[in-house]
């Protein structure tokens, strides 16, 4: 199996809805050539994705080979940007009309520029046999304003990977199913062992897991008119949750100020149960903390009482502005095509987003002697028939997030009642 390290970090933080924050670079930038039908009626277009070599940099190089073997009024010009640098040299691409052809990003940040009128409108271009041969669910992923701006690429689902060793300790049977059972095991963790069951952060620029986890205890976030809607007894009671397990001090005092990537360091060092992420991130345990892996088993996220359940998603949109609208398209469906999602998603430990990838027996039997990696992967491709994009899609998705974490925190630390922390955190979304 191919060794992508570095992409399974990426993966982590670019693709856990979620469960990631976009760092903006503050480097220069050079955003590449505009891209122009030669005088020979040459086709160039721009691919850019993010951080893919030099892992996949064979991969790429045959795609795009037997792709312009196909078509031979078309090359394509690959361009690999840091993930650090993508969200700035993108912004400052569009902004200046010379972007790319074809982009590699997620519905989060896409849909932001999506509301700036960034994307071309696929819903004119996109046959209904090309796009019923996506997952209906992820297709809506990549909508705003019922109109569709992006074009499924590669999923992952959240899995719940645990410490067998540590839930041994506890006296607990099997990993927690509800976050009601999740409570309960926090709890008897921390009497039995002295160790926190699991890290979630409140950093508002970091991960929206929790502010996900609102939706799945019942909570909507925002109405049909974009105005909060959290404010209710289901969001009360998702505030009163979160404050009470930090009071009770079941929670780690730096989810206040560190983000997911401490919670990742606090499971590799066994100092807690559980992780909640992908489970392609199982690879990287392996390396960084054999002993921990050894022991490390996965099982189905946590969920409310609605079951519903994360996907993160990675997608591929075209700028409004490209030279070669047509020629992008067609490389876009190339490159998200049965084939060779079903390829890209074996190499790099994901989940395809067509149906019929999908349904290769390698996402559905686990092998003889299966390997935790193995179950995982099956565990993540069942959940990924009722899975859905938790938080709504906006263009200022990080503010709601930023409000309703910095109220939580102050109801935390007793600054603020519950019910202000909710209405303040309501307000300042209103009156953004």
């Not at 040459?42 to 080979?65: D, H």
């Not at 690959?78 to 650090?84: G, I, K, S």
């Not at 989060?108 to 041969?133: H, I, M, T, Y």
């Not at 019929?356 to 099956?378: E, G, H």
Request: charged content about 20%; glycine content about 4%; some cysteine.
């Amino acid at each position: 199996m191919v060794k992508i390290q570095k992409f399974k970090r990426f993966i982590v933080w670019a693709l856990l809805g979620v469960l990631t924050s976009w760092i903006v670079s503050c480097g220069p930038i050079n955003v590449g050539f505009n891209t122009k039908q030669t005088s020979s009626g040459i086709a160039n277009i721009e691919f850019w994705t993010m951080q893919l070599q030099p892992q996949f940099t064979n991969y790429f190089k045959s795609l795009i080979t037997s792709f312009e073997s196909q078509n031979s009024g078309i090359k394509v010009t690959w361009v690999d940007v840091p993930w650090t640098a993508m969200e700035s040299k993108i912004l400052t691409a569009v902004s200046a009309k010379t972007p790319p052809d074809v982009v590699n990003l997620n519905p989060d940040f896409a849909s932001q520029l999506a509301g700036r009128n960034a994307w071309l409108n696929l819903d004119a271009k996109v046959p209904n046999e090309v796009r019923s041969s996506y997952l209906p669910n992820i297709w809506e992923a990549n909508t705003l304003n019922g109109k569709s701006f992006g074009i499924p690429w590669y999923l992952t689902t959240r899995l719940t990977i645990y410490n067998t060793d540590l839930l041994k300790q506890a006296g607990i049977k099997k990993a927690p199913v509800t976050y009601t059972e999740l409570a309960q095991a926090a709890q008897q963790i921390k009497d039995k062992t002295g160790k926190y069951a699991f890290f979630a952060t409140l950093v508002p620029q970091d991960s929206a897991e929790v502010l996900e986890s609102f939706v799945q205890m019942g909570a909507t976030l925002v109405n049909a008119e974009g105005k909060a809607a959290f404010n209710s007894p289901q969001g009360k009671a998702a505030f009163q949750y979160w404050v009470d397990l930090y009071k009770q001090g079941l929670l780690p005092k730096e989810i206040l100020t560190q983000g997911h990537r401490h919670g990742i360091d606090l499971y590799q060092a066994g100092e807690t149960a559980f992780l909640f992420s992908g489970g392609e991130f199982l690879e990287n345990i392996a390396k960084n903390a054999p002993a921990i892996a050894k022991v490390s088993t996965t099982a189905p996220q946590v969920i409310g009482d609605n079951g519903k359940k994360n996907v993160a998603v990675m997608n591929v949109v075209i700028p409004r502005d490209s030279k070669q609208p047509d020629a992008a398209l067609k490389f876009a469906f190339f490159l998200t095509n049965n084939e060779n999602q079903l390829t890209f998603a074996k190499a790099a430990n994901v989940l395809p987003s067509t149906v019929k990838s999908l349904a290769d027996s390698y996402f559905k039997d686990t092998p003889t002697n299966a390997s935790t990696l193995d179950k995982a992967r099956v565990i993540s491709a069942q959940e990924l028939q009722q899975a859905e994009i938790l938080t709504p899609r906006l263009k200022d998705i990080k503010l709601l997030q930023k409000a309703i974490y910095e109220n939580l925190q102050a109801a935390m630390l007793s600054e603020k009642t519950v019910d202000q922390a909710v209405e303040d955190a309501a307000q300042e979304w209103n009156n953004r």
